[in-house]
């Protein structure tokens, strides 16, 4: 049940038989949950992390009125709130997008971990890492870049996380967020999102259908977000 886990992982270092049996014992259940559900309450005191087997889900801060922000999204191999293992009060509050599968790891197992896989330790510390880089460059989208390259950011850094797990065929990948959704995460009103969508369609750039986005011209699409991977650490090193 982590195969996406121990997928994305492996893309970052080479994992050993036991280090992916111990993954495997971590978990205790699983679980599937409907979309809208609210995974992680802000203010929560958890005993568990959740890993997203398959699904999308989102972090986010809400307002007293209602309003949010996304902050990140989640995909299939990531751990959703492994920071809770230290962090022990969440500060945000992550919800389905879709029908989710998810695998609970109790905090005292991955305490286990931490005491007898020191590699795969600083593999899970890489993953946390990582979710605080693709902060910062969302912040980036939001403070500075212009509306339609922080679109073409998003979409350039969904493609190649789910690439990284195997949910991407030549070029394509799902993507089930809704005008609103993106809003949320660019700071954007839906109607700006929209015309957003339409230039880079028009462009080109990208096919989007219901809920797959096709990209037609990474090259172009990537020098308009001025993306640059090295946030995402998709590269083998030994850690």
Known sequence: MSQPLLIKLARRDELSDEERQAVEAAIAKIDMVAAGRELVAEGARLNHSILLIEGFTARCKILRDGTRQIASLHIDGDFIDLHSFVLKVMDHTIVALTQCRIAIVPHERLKLITERYPHLTRLLWLN????????????????????????????????????????????????????????????????????????????????????????????????????????????????
């Open 128 to 239: 946390t890492v990582i979710d605080a880089a693709i902060h910062r460059e969302w912040l980036v989208s939001v403070g500075r870049r212009s509306a339609q390259a922080s679109l073409a950011h998003l979409l350039c850094e969904m493609y190649l996380r789910l690439h990284a797990v195997g949910k991407v065929t030549e070029w394509s990948f799902v993507l089930p967020v809704t005008q609103a959704d993106l809003g949320d995460m660019l700071g954007l009103s839906i109607v700006h999102v929209n015309r957003n969508v339409k230039k880079l369609r028009e462009t080109g750039f990208i096919v989007w259908e219901g809920s797959r986005v096709t990209i037609r011209d990474w090259d172009r699409l990537s020098e308009l977000a001025e993306f640059d991977p090295t946030y995402l650490s998709l590269n083998v090193e030994a850690r």
